[in-house]
């Protein structure tokens, strides 16, 4: 009697469910992908819970092209790989665009902050005040800067086994210069340790989020150990980036540094301020991890491409690594451009644009139905054999400007374009430039047994792109 009752509740629940929903259902129905079990969707059809997640359903464009559905659970995927349909999605008006349901996680701590933020008029506030630290005037003045903080990398390098763990070995660094370049405040290395292993320990739940097959049916979600967790993790980590950001005001700001820096802009965005200081942290370091990690990985496997980088940086700013580089000369390290941007093609940080669809869009001849989340595939434009020949090969003359013009913008985004674009791109860049301006003089990168060939180093698509078991380098002092 008891489960005839509750088979019945169960049923009408459905119903009600599938009804309310029935335009998104609809519309999906019309967008082409793998076909969906009820409740579950597509989730049977990834293999273990270890592997990449995202990168099964990234991988789905080879099979259904430039637009597909996916369900996660009950929740609707719709992946764009098509350059142009990217284009037009990545310019839509910022305000029919919140970050998909799943990055809810993030909201508690950095809900405010102008990547999560879905509020289209608090975003443009944040954006404006934030883009006078990133401005290219001040930016250029952060050369001498980003300078020394290379050479005092380089030198704690010359010290250490020559096997390098890059990918770990990189954190710290860009936490520091993070932390003191953008924000203005300079903490101890067990400081940056803190931080880095605070960051560290959210994103492992992060992912633990994403797989948990019981947090994709949210009513489940406050019962599991994973809500625990979690609420212990947020209140942990906010402590944390209390401490840090906000007591750093005074005891960490380095008042020897001009120009406007994130940790004075607390009057003019109020509380949301920790919010910013949060994201930037994560976002910029995470990302630059991976985007150094790429170049040195790649230069280490193609020693022809290195020696091309090496004499140009020879012939342009001379051997002394120590004199500082002026905008001009980096401006014309025309080939290291090349290398970097190859680099962000095969292996792009940010491998994805998540967005919320919350009204129906148009694209094509497809509607992507109101409540949709959207990826937009980033790494899977990136590799499109139409524009790129060869496209899982490492080729920097892909981006002399000959072969560049000739093919469609849109089909480079790894800092994404339109109203939402990275706004530390300028940053990002001349860091890189900066710093393997020196890097290269100073070392050869060379491969490690740990890897033969590139395809060895494998990736996982995680908060960002990351080498799932390590990037493996050796680092020969050239001098
Ligand atoms: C190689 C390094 C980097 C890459 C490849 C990268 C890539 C991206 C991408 C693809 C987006 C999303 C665009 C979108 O959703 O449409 C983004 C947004 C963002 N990035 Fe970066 N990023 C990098 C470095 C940085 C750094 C160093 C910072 C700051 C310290 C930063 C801060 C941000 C912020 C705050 C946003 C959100 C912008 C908004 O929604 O208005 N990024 N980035």
Same mark, same amino acid.
């Given at each position: *009697?008891?489960?005839?009752?509750?088979?019945?509740?169960?049923?009408?629940?459905?119903?009600?469910?599938?009804?309310?929903?029935?335009?998104?259902?609809?519309?999906?129905?019309?967008?082409? #992908?793998?076909?969906?079990?009820?409740?579950?969707?597509?989730?049977?059809?990834?293999?273990?819970?270890?592997?990449?997640?995202?990168?099964?359903?990234?991988? !789905?464009?080879?099979?259904?092209?430039?637009?597909?559905?996916?369900?996660?659970?009950?929740?609707?995927?719709? /992946?764009?790989?098509?350059?142009? +349909?990217?284009?037009?999605?990545?310019?839509? =008006?910022?305000?029919?665009?919140?970050?998909? /349901?799943?990055?809810?996680?993030?909201?508690?701590?950095?809900?405010?902050?102008?990547?999560?933020?879905?509020?289209?008029?608090?975003?443009?506030?944040?954006?404006?005040?934030?883009?006078?630290?990133?401005?290219?005037?001040?930016?250029?003045?952060?050369?001498?800067?980003?300078?020394?903080?290379?050479?005092?990398?380089?030198?704690?390098? *010359?010290?250490?086994?020559?096997?390098?763990?890059?990918?770990? +070995?990189?954190?710290?660094?860009?936490?520091?210069?993070?932390?003191?370049?953008?924000?203005?405040?300079?903490?101890?290395?067990?400081?940056?340790?803190?931080?880095?292993?605070?960051?560290?320990? !959210?994103?492992?739940?992060?992912?633990?989020?994403?797989?948990?097959?019981?947090?994709?049916?949210?009513?489940?979600?406050? &019962?599991? %150990? &994973?809500?625990?967790?979690?609420?212990?993790?947020?209140?942990?980590?906010?402590?944390? +980036?209390?401490?840090?950001?906000?007591?750093?005001?005074?005891?960490?700001?380095?008042?020897?540094?001009?120009?406007?820096?994130?940790?004075?802009?607390?009057?003019?965005?109020?509380?949301?301020?920790?919010?910013?200081?949060?994201?930037?942290?994560? %976002? #910029?370091?995470?990302?630059?991890?991976?985007?150094?990690?790429?170049?040195?990985?790649?230069?280490? *496997?193609?020693?022809?491409?290195?020696?091309?980088?090496?004499?140009?940086?020879?012939?342009?700013?001379?051997?002394?690594?120590?004199?500082?580089?002026?905008?001009?000369?980096?401006?014309?390290?025309?080939?290291?451009? *090349?290398?970097?941007?190859?680099?962000?093609?095969?292996?792009?940080?940010?491998?994805?644009?998540?967005?919320?669809?919350?009204?129906?869009?148009?694209?094509?001849? @497809?509607?992507?139905?109101?409540?949709?989340?959207?990826?937009?595939? /980033?790494?899977?434009?990136?590799?499109?054999?139409?524009?790129?020949?060869?496209?899982? =090969?490492?080729?920097?003359?892909? !981006?002399?400007?000959?072969?560049?013009?000739?093919?469609?913008?849109?089909? !480079?985004?790894?800092?994404?374009?339109?109203?939402?674009?990275?706004?530390?791109?300028?940053?990002?860049?001349?860091? +890189?430039?900066?710093?393997?301006?020196?890097?290269?003089?100073?070392?050869? @990168?060379?491969?490690?047994?740990?890897?033969?060939?590139?395809?060895?180093?494998?990736?996982?698509?995680? &908060? /960002?792109?990351?080498?799932?078991?390590?990037?493996?380098?050796?680092?020969?002092?050239?001098?």
């Amino acid at each position: *009697m008891i489960l005839v009752f509750l088979t019945t509740v169960l049923a009408v629940y459905i119903c009600k469910y599938y009804w309310t929903h029935r335009k998104l259902f609809l519309h999906a129905w019309s967008i082409p #992908g793998p076909l969906a079990l009820p409740l579950l969707g597509n989730l049977v059809n990834f293999r273990t819970w270890k592997t990449a997640l995202f990168k099964d359903y990234l991988s !789905f464009y080879l099979r259904y092209g430039g637009i597909y559905r996916i369900w996660a659970g009950h929740n609707l995927l719709v /992946v764009i790989t098509d350059p142009d +349909m990217a284009e037009t999605l990545f310019n839509l =008006k910022a305000e029919v665009f919140p970050k998909p /349901v799943f990055f809810d996680f993030f909201s508690v701590m950095f809900g405010q902050s102008i990547f999560f933020q879905g509020d289209y008029s608090a975003w443009k506030k944040h954006r404006k005040v934030l883009n006078r630290v990133f401005q290219t005037g001040p930016m250029t003045k952060l050369i001498p800067h980003l300078h020394e903080k290379v050479l005092d990398y380089s030198e704690r390098l *010359m010290t250490v086994p020559c096997i390098q763990r890059v990918d770990k +070995m990189l954190y710290p660094w860009q936490c520091d210069v993070i932390t003191h370049t953008l924000f203005g405040l300079k903490f101890k290395p067990t400081e940056i340790d803190l931080i880095c292993y605070v960051n560290k320990q !959210f994103f492992k739940l992060f992912r633990e989020s994403i797989k948990s097959v019981l947090t994709q049916i949210k009513c489940l979600e406050r &019962f599991t %150990a &994973f809500q625990s967790k979690k609420t212990i993790l947020e209140t942990v980590t906010k402590m944390g +980036m209390v401490n840090f950001f906000v007591t750093g005001h005074s005891d960490h700001r380095d008042s020897t540094l001009d120009d406007i820096k994130l940790a004075d802009l607390q009057e003019e965005l109020g509380e949301a301020h920790l919010d910013e200081l949060g994201l930037f942290n994560i %976002a #910029g370091i995470e990302t630059l991890t991976t985007a150094f990690s790429a170049v040195i990985f790649l230069l280490s *496997m193609h020693p022809e491409v290195q020696a091309k980088v090496y004499d140009e940086l020879i012939s342009i700013i001379g051997e002394d690594f120590h004199k500082k580089p002026s905008l001009s000369e980096l401006e014309n390290l025309k080939y290291l451009d *090349m290398v970097i941007k190859e680099s962000l093609r095969l292996y792009p940080p940010a491998y994805v644009a998540p967005r919320r669809a919350t009204e129906d869009i148009h694209i094509g001849e @497809f509607t992507i139905p109101k409540g949709a989340s959207i990826l937009i595939n /980033v790494a899977g434009i990136h590799r499109q054999p139409q524009y790129y020949s060869q496209p899982d =090969k490492f080729i920097p003359e892909r !981006f002399s400007p000959e072969e560049y013009i000739n093919r469609p913008r849109n089909c !480079f985004v790894p800092f994404g374009i339109g109203p939402r674009k990275c706004i530390g791109q300028k940053f990002a860049l001349l860091h +890189m430039k900066t710093a393997f301006s020196v890097l290269i003089r100073r070392f050869e @990168f060379l491969p490690s047994e740990k890897y033969e060939r590139i395809e060895d180093c494998l990736t996982a698509f995680r &908060f /960002v792109i990351e080498f799932k078991h390590g990037c493996f380098v050796k680092f020969r002092p050239r001098v």
